[in-house]
């Protein structure tokens, strides 16, 4: 009869599974009831392994999913994942099964909407080429020492905050006006017409720069209106394009009169000019110091040297010259009679020396030591110096030396000769 539980749950043993066993169950499920397909949502979590793996999260308004993209796939790819960053993603669904966690295996990366503003973007370009717009020789020059620059921007982001640094960094001497208008979302690129409009009725600028810091395709969007890449174009103040990162480009970069990588670049191109000047300003400044100090030393020297000839001219300065001509003969004597007196005693002491080298006493220390060293080295090689060093002799009953152990004889009589004396022995 079965038990409560066994009616609810069942009975059969063999139908309890390990975790892996499960795990793999619901893998082998997902992995091929859920086909590769193409997945939208917002990059998070970002993390980019040594070992060329990107790990990271798609997430929308209601739900979150994990997401891998091996190393392979992720080399090929041209769109740089960014936290935040809308995509759109191809891959297959897994199960990571240590964890028991489904991940989607991405194959394949496309920034969501840029397939659309990119045709859109080059439609519009082409066009406005055709028309002449970009043309280089409606470029004009840009000032090359602006007094007063306009900078249309948002007034609250960073690219106005770098903008002024690199101007204030430099010593720029000009004045700066932000003219405030969106640059991002819709209506910016109506807001950043307007103040093109305004900044020409002032009739105050020498320059504008039209700009804002990187992002996508779609925050930069505005920069590619058409309203305002022709504003751009036909303004009649000259117009720098400071439009986003280095590899960011917009139709107003094409339409302005010149394209700065970044606002930072703007600053430096606006400065260079002027810090070229400075530099040159205060070069000359320090070559006419230099100038006017040598000037000054030389006049100095002048006077000095008329001064040292009137004082050499004076009677008493003849005098004074006759003294010191006196003292110096004195002196050159008495110097030229010690160094003969210092010649002889030297020519004494090398004879005397040269006498005692062929002295007899001499030589014949030297053959004495000689001699000493050749009786020093005899003794050392003689017999009694060898068997002092712990050397054995044997000799036969002959008295003579048994030089090998071939030849002796069982039970013969031997003596062997110590340093200290002899020892008979007997061949064994």
Known sequence: MKTRDESLFGAADDRVESVSDFTRRVKALLETGIRPGWVRGEVSNLRAQASGHVYFSLKDAGAQLSAVMFRGDAAKQTVKLREGTQVVVYGEVSVYESRGQYQLIVRAVIEDGVGRLQREFEALKARLAAEGLFAAEKKRPIPEMPACVGFITSPTGAAVQDFLRILTRRGWRGRVVVLPAKVQGEGAAAEMVAMLALAQELRIFDLLVVGRGGGSMEDLWAFNEEPLVRAVAACAVPVISAVGHEIDFTLCDFAADMRAETPSAAAEMISSHFVSCAERA????????????????????????????????????????????????????????????????????????????????????????????????LQGASPKSVLNRGFVIMRDEQGRPVPRR???????????????GALPVRAE
């Open 282 to 377: 205060a070069q000359a400044g320090e070559a006419m110091v230099m100038a006017s100090e040598g000037a000054m030393q030389r006049a100095i020297e002048r006077v000095d040297h008329a001064r040292s000839r009137l004082r050499l001219l004076s009677p008493t300065s003849q005098i004074e010259q006759g003294y010191l001509r006196l003292d110096d003969f004195s002196n050159r004597l008495s110097a030229a009679l010690l160094a003969s007196v210092q010649g002889r005693r030297q020519q004494l002491s090398e004879a005397r020396a040269a006498l005692a080298q062929r002295s007899p006493e001499t030589r014949v220390q030297i053959e004495s030591h000689r001699l000493l060293a050749l009786w020093k080295r």
């Open 406 to 420: 071939v030849g002796v004889r069982a039970g013969q009589q031997l003596s062997a000769e110590f340093g200290d």
